[in-house]
């Protein structure tokens, strides 16, 4: 059974790598903005300048479960939207029939348009970020831990060619679980749009399946802290924040060697984070990020 299961989530995984949905699709020549504010850093995609609900860069902004369109406070598994009747019990996004209501299973691994709180609350052409996304940002990008009007947070700021200097700002909001309001102004969780954790190893500009680390009860994120910034998983129905993009044409960008030579920093957060990364870049291996 854990053969067959490991099997059926690589599967799954090489149809996203091999498939065109999210990663090729272009917004119009205009951005179906809505009024709501960007910076063009020359990246495949155009990086909103606020989180969903927030009205400075710096705002945590609102929290929301994966796959959820509306913010909220109370963040359990009675609370979320794809359980049915808590843990074990999910009925959407869901490749594990043990994990899935009455043997439930289905092939979405990426959220669905009616499913991105992005899209769903600022709709044009917004929606959440891709793993690679996050990662593309990374390694195009000088990454400085810094403060802005006195929060801390990730400075990302392009090495592109034409788009030096432009630059956002992740802040750290922690996250909501459990009825508790963890890691505030000291680590930035972000959902991606991905079903699960795929070992994307920042850094390295790779991505290497790893079907041992997937677990159907989490969805993929990007992770930032002083120590850190790195891609990870973790339980669905936990309140994370959210920072928009919009996909713009395709571009060839080129991963200075210098940034694609270094490993990416590590830390720890004292919670279990799942997944496994490794690069064969380099030969450089991130290990297990369990935590």
């Known amino acids: 059974m854990k053969t067959n299961k490991r099997f059926i989530g690589l599967c799954l995984l090489l149809s996203v790598l091999f498939s065109s949905s999210i990663y090729s699709q272009t917004s119009t020549v205009e951005p179906k903005t ?8 020359g990246l495949s995609v155009l990086w909103a ?7 400075t860069p710096e705002g945590s902004g609102d929290y929301y479960a994966w796959g959820e369109t509306v913010a909220k406070h109370d ?36 959220l669905e348009p009616e499913d991105d709180a992005a899209h769903v609350q600022w709709g044009g052409d917004w929606r959440m970020p891709s793993q690679m996304e996050f990662e593309e940002l990374t390694l ?5 831990w810094t ?13 592109v060619k034409g788009y030096e200097g432009k630059s956002i700002f992740l802040p750290c909001p922690g996250i909501k679980v459990n ?22 190893a920042l850094g390295f500009n790779n991505l ?22 790195d891609q ?19 571009r060839n960008i080129v991963v200075p060697e210098s940034v694609a030579s270094k490993a990416p920093m590590r830390g720890s957060t004292g919670q279990s984070m799942g997944g496994s990364m490794r690069s064969s870049v380099g030969q450089h291996s991130m290990g297990d990020t369990s935590r």
């Not at 195009?140 to 400085?144: H, I, P, R, S």
């Not at 403060?147 to 090495?159: A, D, E, H």
């Not at 041992?212 to 120590?227: D, P, T, V, Y």
Request: charge should be negative.
């Open 34 to 41: 809505n009024e709501h504010e960007y910076v063009d850093m």
């Open 49 to 55: 300048t606020f989180n969903i609900g927030a009205n």
């Open 75 to 110: 963040f359990t598994p009675k609370t979320y939207k794809w359980y049915k009747d808590g843990f074990g019990t999910l009925t959407k996004y869901c490749y594990d029939g043990e994990y899935g209501a009455d043997g439930y299973t289905d092939n979405l691994i990426k």
């Open 140 to 144: 195009n990008c000088t990454v400085e």
């Open 147 to 159: 403060q802005l009007n006195g929060l801390n947070g990730c400075r990302f700021t392009s090495n």
């Open 179 to 200: 009825g508790q309001h963890m890691y505030d102004d000291e680590f930035g969780w972000y959902w991606t749009s991905d079903y699960y954790d795929y070992g994307v």
């Open 208 to 229: 290497n399946p790893q079907p041992h680390s997937l677990n159907a009860e989490r969805a993929g994120i990007f992770r930032i802290s002083k120590q850190y910034r």
């Open 232 to 250: 990870g998983s973790y339980i669905r129905n936990a309140g994370l924040s959210i920072r928009p993009v919009i996909k713009v044409e395709v």
